[in-house]
């Protein structure tokens, strides 16, 4: 199969003209297809199957028909409700009939899809990067669900980049007065003029430019047609193709053959069918030239002389020309499949991992065999550039992309983009965190033996340091140091008193510390009286217990860790033996088994607390006693704990991409001072945490970055000591990181007066997630800086008028946006505002459809509402005839921007020219406005038969009296047998005051009525003829006098010209003209001497003899010279006219006077 370049290619090699005469040359090559389908809307197009759906309003938001100017952007927005729908919705986006615009996605053609969860609707954006003439057209998007549907169309019109005017431009501005916007609009028509003139210099040049096209080479059109100033492209191209087809010849096998191209959709059927002249001719299917045999694929029908060729579940490979053949006669198509955009089903996931953990990121497509391309950070990742680093893997249509090992330098964004969506998902890497397999003991050793300490961690390349009492400790001959995989040991040979101490080893690289102690065991011999009193020999260091232990005068303290066991040995001395009693306040501790008891020997006694609570904290003490005496002991036991979590955690302020929280320190800190905090988001959609720091945070204030703006977030903290971590905090609010906006646009001043001024303004460009609340307004004098706001409350419209202002100081003024994240950047008037009254000249801006005659019933109400423009207030007066209007019956209302003319029930009486005057001072506009009232007419008088012969009756009657206040257009003739007194129509809008009526049944007697006809439809009463029509039996021949027939033919003659018109760019135009010839003359439309054909832009009419060119929706391109050629054997006339297209400008900043 052939590859051809697509849209995206050509736009990437040519740029945006290349890529508007590739859709040009694509409308030419289907025009023919299309043609017959825009026909006749109840016809489907060739290929493409009736599918029954169920139409239904889910459309929230539609696009809207814009006109955008050359090389802008442009974005349309649909929403769509999924309350309602049982699957996702699929949107598609079409150009004309049947483009679809998806698979041509890329930088021109973007699309956008975001779904909001919280209110369920589908947000689909279609954007247009540096808009192009091509892209000027019709265009509709469709969503479906299962079994609904909808469907919206709009218009994109294109209008030409206008030139930078030079130097004091502010003198070329004028007020319209007739272009149908509100007072106060600004017409540039002074600026237009000059380029007439620069227009019709090139014009008097006379060149033939069709010599030149034919001769051309088909790259160099654009240029020429550039050259010459020939602005419709298009049109010049058709005329071409037409000039240079060959007549074709008429076929004697086909009566109806196939049409030069079709289009399918790839899966679907389509039918191609021919009808011959003779129904039992053989007929013959070939592809690319060899014969296609009936298959289940292929199926051949034959119906009278039509034969169809079906091809089911058309793909890529039947992308080809198709060749009928009868006899010797063949006929050509070309059969184009169309793909649909491959869109991704399920979307990548943030994936969040520790350093050298494989990665994998997963996305499905709605296709097998699609292509996926992988980015991250706006890299494209491949086979050649990736390395071993990334792998590919596919399989059907999920799509993998693999990382081995990952690393801190694979954080980023990573994408996934197909020619129908992408999709997006970030990787987090952070830091392995180290297990402890095994911790160190203590130890307790004699002199000379040997002491070991051992652990065992997770990570064998995790190197480490030993220490003893905070000093590190160095190998020698008798201190040995070994890391054997995840295994560290510290030994150390012949154990003296001085090794004695703490020991700890600290992971390099992590904030981990496993601590031990080694105890010396002394040996002493000493002499033991018989009688000795007891003595407790108390080392507090020796505890069971982990933490610190100090010393306090006589106070002993030991802290130990909640959870971990208390053992207290005391070594206890006494001849004879002393007995023992351990106390908590004034509660002695059972000797029971339990988890607070006592242990005694004959030398010692043990004080054991298993898993160590916060109630276990307080005094203890050991008494010992013999009969000698008496020795005591007093103990302080603290329990220290991890802290619990912090409170009150809310979120104080956001940003566009971060959010700041505050919170208080934990109500009881676990007997430990507080080290910091931890912190931790996530995604209110997302069950997943995110660690936001690794270093405790010291403060009770954050800000989080790296956040996505208008998505929920929650947030918990965590509280650390040198104990550990606590449990979360309570989750805060929900909240979201929103920017300010932008700073509102084309602020301008719109009216001033003595003491206010009115401005107004656009939206700001970018608004984000947060909207906008409403608009702040501020003013000062020209050279002060001190700014006052006038309104307290923001204002949601954007415009405002600022009242109170000094007469004729100078002012200067700005407009703030506020939302919640706070004020926006000011828009600020460039030039100072003088405030004082401006002297402006009337003007009447009569709307559209009071420029013709008027025409209401009788009965109606007549309501107009006439807009002008003056300043100070202008005086209206109304008068009818010439005459001041002081009829009751006709009302009027005047505003200080328009004036209204109602009649409550039209009377005949109310007829006539109305004349509305304007008047300031000594300056004045008149504009007229003609009223008809019309009723139904009377009926025709005199109605009589005036001869019968054979099966027929001649009527003659006069017009009526009253014709109802206008034209009559015909007359309706009814028709009774007397036997039955039944009334039939037998002609309609007949135009003559008399007719024949035939048919009549012999023997029997008509009587005959009349009724006139006007625009308000048949009168009331009709006309009775007064006589009857008797058909007799006999004497049914008649001598007719002999026919001269009248020779009517005569050359084509137009009796009205077309008339030069100015019509405004976006509004449906007409120009007609009327003609007279006989044979019928053919009609031939022209614009620039160059045939305007079948252009779907233009509609011809012909109404006997009355011609009308439409055009619908005209641009600066439509203007020109149109003309009119009539055509027929006695000769040809030809009119024409020049049609003007102005385009309304906005309102600018008026000049300071």
């Known amino acids: 199969m052939d590859v051809h370049p697509g849209p995206y290619s050509l736009y990437l090699i040519g740029g945006p003209m290349c890529f508007s005469l590739y859709l040009l040359l694509l409308h030419l090559t289907t025009s023919s297809c299309n043609k017959e389908s825009m026909s006749d809307p109840g016809q489907t197009v060739p290929g493409e199957e009736h599918q029954q759906s169920e139409p239904s309003g889910i459309f929230v938001e539609r696009p809207e028909s814009v006109t955008v100017t050359k090389g802008k952007n442009v974005t349309f927005v649909a929403k769509v409700d999924s309350s309602s729908l049982t699957r996702k919705p699929t949107m598609k986006w079409l150009k004309g009939k049947w483009l679809d615009l998806g698979s041509k996605a890329g930088k021109h053609v973007q699309f956008k899809e975001v779904y909001d969860r919280n209110t369920k609707i589908y947000t689909y954006e279609m954007s247009i990067i540096k808009v192009v003439d091509g892209d000027a057209g019709g265009y509709r998007c469709e969503v479906t669900s299962k079994d609904k549907c909808d469907s919206c169309t709009f218009e994109v019109s294109v209008q030409a980049a206008q030139e930078e005017q030079q130097d004091n431009i502010l003198e070329s501005f004028k007020r319209s007065g007739d272009a149908g916007e509100d007072a106060g609009d600004l017409d540039f028509s002074a600026l237009l003029k000059k380029r007439e003139r620069k227009k019709k210099v090139v014009e008097e040049v006379s060149v033939d430019v069709w010599d030149i096209l034919k001769a051309a080479k088909p790259c160099d059109y654009e240029k020429i047609a550039f050259e010459y100033g020939i602005t419709d492209l298009r049109g010049l191209l058709k005329m071409l193709k037409k000039m240079k087809k060959v007549e074709p010849k008429t076929s004697d096998a ?50 009278g002389n039509k034969r169809t060729l079906t091809i089911n579940k058309f793909n890529l490979s039947d992308d080809a020309a198709y060749e009928c053949v009868v006899g010797e006669e063949k006929c050509f198509t070309e059969v184009l499949v169309k793909e649909p955009p491959i869109t991704i089903t399920k979307l990548l996931e943030d994936v969040q991992t520790v350093v050298g953990e494989k990665v994998e990121f997963e996305v499905e497509v709605s296709e097998e065999g699609a292509s996926v391309l992988w980015m991250k950070d706006g890299v494209e990742l491949n086979k050649e550039t990736a390395g071993s680093k990334y792998r590919f893997k596919k399989d059907g249509t999920r799509h993998i992309l693999i990382i081995n090992e990952a690393t801190k330098e694979d954080i980023g964004m990573y994408h996934a983009f197909t020619n129908g969506g992408e999709s997006k998902a970030e990787l987090q890497v952070e830091d392995k965190e180290l297990e402890i397999l095994q911790s160190i003991a203590d130890l307790t050793v004699k002199a000379a033996e040997q002491a070991m300490f051992k652990c065992e961690v997770s990570d064998e390349n995790v190197t480490g340091k030993w220490f003893k009492d905070g000093v590190e400790v160095q190998p020698s001959d008798r201190i040995k140091i070994s890391h054997i995989g995840r295994t560290h040991k510290l030994m150390i040979d012949d154990v003296e008193s001085s090794d004695a101490g703490d020991y700890s080893f600290v992971p390099d690289g992590y904030a981990i510390s496993l601590s031990a102690k080694l105890n010396f065991l002394e040996i002493k011999i000493e002499y033991v009286p018989k009688e000795d009193p007891p003595k407790i020999h108390l080392d507090t260091s020796s505890t069971g217990g982990t933490g610190s232990t100090s010393s306090n005068g006589n106070t002993n303290t030991i802290t130990v860790v909640a959870g971990n066991k208390l053992c207290l040995n005391v070594e206890i001395t006494g001849e004879p033996v002393p007995t023992v009693c351990w106390m908590k306040g004034n509660e002695v501790v059972s000797e029971a088994e339990g988890r607070v008891r006592m ?55 956001v940003g566009e991409y971060s959010g700041t929280i505050t919170w208080d320190p934990p109500a009881f800190d676990g007997g430990v001072p507080i080290k910091g905090y931890l912190m931790e988001r996530k995604k209110v959609s997302s069950p997943r945490w995110t660690k936001l720091n690794f270093d405790v945070h010291e403060s009770t204030t954050y800000e989080a970055k790296r956040m996505i703006e208008g998505v929920l977030y929650e947030m918990r903290v965590f509280s650390v000591n040198s104990i550990g971590i606590s449990q979360p905090s309570a989750t805060s609010k929900p909240f979201m990181p929103i920017a300010p906006t932008g700073e509102p646009t084309r602020l301008v001043v719109d009216d001033v007066t003595d003491t206010t001024c009115a401005l107004k303004w656009h939206p700001p460009e970018k608004i984000g997630a947060g909207g906008i609340d409403g608009y702040i307004i501020e003013y000062c004098k020209e050279e002060s800086d001190q700014w006052v706001q006038v309104n307290e409350v923001p204002v949601e419209d954007n415009h405002y008028r600022v009242k109170g202002l000094p007469t004729g100081e100078k002012m200067l003024f ?6 919640i994240a706070g004020r926006s950047p000011p828009a600020t008037l460039s030039q100072a505002v003088t405030i004082k009254e401006l002297v402006e000249n009337p003007k009447i ?14 009965g109606e109400k007549v309501n107009l509402v006439i807009p002008f423009q003056g300043k100070p207030r202008p005086v209206v007066t109304w008068s009818k005839d010439g005459v001041l209007l002081e009829d009751n019956t006709v009302g009027t209302r005047t505003s200080e921007v328009d004036t209204i003319l109602f009649i409550r029930s039209a009377e005949r009486a109310h007829s006539g020219k109305y004349t509305l005057s304007v008047q300031i001072e000594d300056m004045s506009a008149s504009a007229d406005v003609h009223i008809q009232v019309v009723e139904k007419p009377g009926p025709p008088v005199a109605v009589r038969v005036v001869d019968v012969w054979g099966f027929n009756a001649a009527l003659e009657w006069k017009p009526p009296k009253d014709d109802g206040n206008c034209e009559i257009i015909g007359y309706t003739i009814q028709k009774a047998d007397m036997k039955t007194k039944d009334w039939f129509t037998v002609l309609e809008h007949n135009r003559r005051p008399g007719c024949t009526v035939s048919e009549l049944v012999m023997g029997n007697e008509y009587s005959f009525r009349v009724f006139s006809e006007n625009v308000c439809g048949l009168s009331v009463e009709p006309g009775i003829s007064k006589n009857t029509a008797i058909v007799t039996k006999e004497g049914l021949s008649r001598n007719r006098p002999p026919f001269i027939e009248m020779d009517v033919n005569h050359s084509p003659k137009f009796t009205k010209p077309l008339v030069d018109r100015c019509v405004v760019a976006g509004y449906a135009a007409a120009i007609s003209c009327s003609v007279r010839g006989y044979p019928k003359p053919k009609i031939i439309w022209m614009k620039n001497k160059m045939i305007i054909g079948e252009d779907p832009k233009f509609l011809m009419q012909n109404n006997q003899g009355v011609l009308t060119l439409n055009i619908r929706k005209p641009s600066t391109f439509d203007g020109g010279k149109y003309s009119c050629r009539a055509i027929n054997d006695l000769g040809e006339d030809e009119v024409e006219c020049k049609l003007e297209v102005r385009v309304v400008q906005e309102k600018g900043v008026e000049a300071k006077k």
Request: charged content about 30%.
């Open 814 to 819: 700005r407009v703030v946006a506020v939302n």
């Open 254 to 303: 086909f009566l109806k053959k196939l049409e030069p191209a079709y289009s399918v959709d790839k899966g679907k059927k389509i039918h191609l069918t021919v009808e011959l002249t003779d129904p039992n001719a053989p007929i013959k299917w070939f592809k690319n030239g060899q014969e296609i045999k009936p298959s289940a694929k292929y199926v051949f029908e034959s119906v």
């Open 599 to 653: 242990e005694s020997t004959t030398t010692s006694s043990s004080f054991v607390i298993e898993e160590t609570v916060k109630d276990d904290e307080g005094c203890y003490s050991i008494i010992v006693t013999n009969s000698v005496g008496e020795d005591k002991v007093e103990l302080m036991v603290k329990i220290v704990d991890v802290p619990n979590p912090p409170e009150n955690v809310i979120c104080t302020s």
């Open 845 to 858: 801006r009569l709307p559209r459809h009071l420029r013709t005659k008027l025409v209401k019933l009788v």
